[in-house]
Nanobody, 127 residues
């Protein structure tokens, strides 16, 4: 069973930067579709970035393109989300997600494409 441990959430001023980390255990890291989602209380969970660890292919939601960068470190079994130029609208609980796949797969921003979820890490951006 895939287990995910997120970290890195914090409170920052608008324009600031943060890096979220998600460490994976319980499955071969290079055979995972992984993603970052965020959720504001009362709203649906939103996919913002996803990567297929087999080849590093990634996609972004339009709202974060140019500001957020998803990456992976195979040696550390970890995925990262580097966030810059943060805005108050980025305030949310951020979740790491993963879906094992024994065959080549594609990234997706749909929550239905993931079966394992982390506990979430809070990002708060003040103006």
């Amino acid at each position: 069973q895939v287990q995910l441990r997120e970290s890195g959430g914090d409170s920052v001023q608008a324009g600031g930067s943060l890096e979220l980390s998600c460490v994976v255990s319980g499955y071969t890291f290079r055979r995972l579709r992984m993603g970052w989602f965020r959720q504001v209380s009362g709203k649906e969970r939103e996919g913002i970035a996803s990567i297929w660890t087999g080849n590093g292919n990634y996609i972004y939601h339009d709202s974060v393109k140019g500001r957020f960068t998803i990456s992976q470190d195979n040696a550390k079994n970890a995925m990262y989300l580097r966030m810059k130029d943060l805005k108050p609208g980025d305030t949310a609980m951020y979740y790491c997600a993963a879906e094992p796949s024994p065959v080549n797969s594609l990234p997706t921003l749909k929550s239905s494409g993931f079966s394992s979820w982390g506990q979430g890490t809070q990002v708060t951006v003040s103006s």
